[in-house]
């Protein structure tokens, strides 16, 4: 190899390694807009949310990050619970506050009128963001959801709760319990502070977690098999769990 090979060799390296760094690194204000800086998947699906809004009406929203994106996974569920209200799902997995107010800035809530949005935001904050910012971030989305749509009432869910994960399969050592653990106060902490958002009207807060947890406080495996996504039982969870509210927002 000479050497102004691999001088080209050494850029595309760094190159790629700072990509990398943008796509993961905590923007350092979290109710600031991002674009996140991934292989194109984001923009992609961004793309896929302004064609689906231009599409047709919308009638209910959901609004967050892959546990929101993942209701495709549980199809039937979704079609007997939501599929007379004209539905759009705008999760993206990933997704932090900030991605998805700069979603919201890059016209993903324009030419539609849902009666309903259902928003979940903040897990993928909890690690490098204390509670204080991902809720005031929260707050920033409901306020820009309710300047953009203002005929649209706000179903605010807490943040669900997480579980010690590893993501390459392996054990779960105790430096990820530890994580879960610090990760699940500033969570339980966000949902506490989002609860004041709660009018009664326009905008609804509605905590669940407890029905992802067991007898011992801990998620079991049948509910969330990784720690953090449902898996269909889990959805089914959360369409009961959600339903008398969601029906009532609905009317």
């Known amino acids: 190899m000479t050497f102004k090979t691999f001088h080209r060799v050494l850029l595309v390296l760094a190159l790629a390694s700072c990509q990398a760094f943008a796509q993961t690194a905590p923007n350092q204000d979290a109710s600031a807009p991002f674009e996140k800086l991934d292989d194109g998947k984001f923009l992609k699906k961004h793309e896929a949310n302004l064609a689906r809004a231009k599409s047709g009406p919308v009638g209910l929203l959901f609004l967050g990050d892959s546990i929101t994106d993942n209701w495709r996974k549980a199809p039937d569920i979704w079609d007997k619970y939501y599929g007379k209200y004209q539905p759009a799902n705008f999760g993206i997995g990933g997704d932090r506050t900030q991605h998805v107010i700069w ?108 029905v992802f947890l067991g007898p011992d406080g801990r998620i079991p495996d049948a509910v969330m098999p990784d720690q953090l996504h449902p898996n269909a039982a889990g959805y089914q969870l959360w369409a009961d769990a959600m339903q008398p509210l969601l029906v009532e927002m609905m009317k």
Request: net charge positive; proline share 6%; glycine share 8%.
């Open 103 to 210: 979603r919201i800035e890059h016209g993903e809530l324009d030419g539609i009128a849902p009666k309903v949005a259902v928003l979940m935001i903040g897990t993928n904050n909890s690690l490098e963001y204390n509670a204080e910012e991902i809720a005031a971030a929260n707050r920033r989305i409901v306020a820009l959801l309710r300047a953009k749509l203002p005929d649209t009432k706000v179903l605010l869910l807490g943040v669900f709760p997480r579980g010690p994960r590893n993501r390459e399969g392996g054990p779960v050592t105790p430096a990820l319990k530890a994580e879960a653990a610090q990760r699940m106060v500033t969570i339980d902490a966000v949902n506490a502070d989002l609860a004041k958002l709660d009018n009664g009207k326009t905008i609804r807060f509605l905590n669940i977690n407890k």
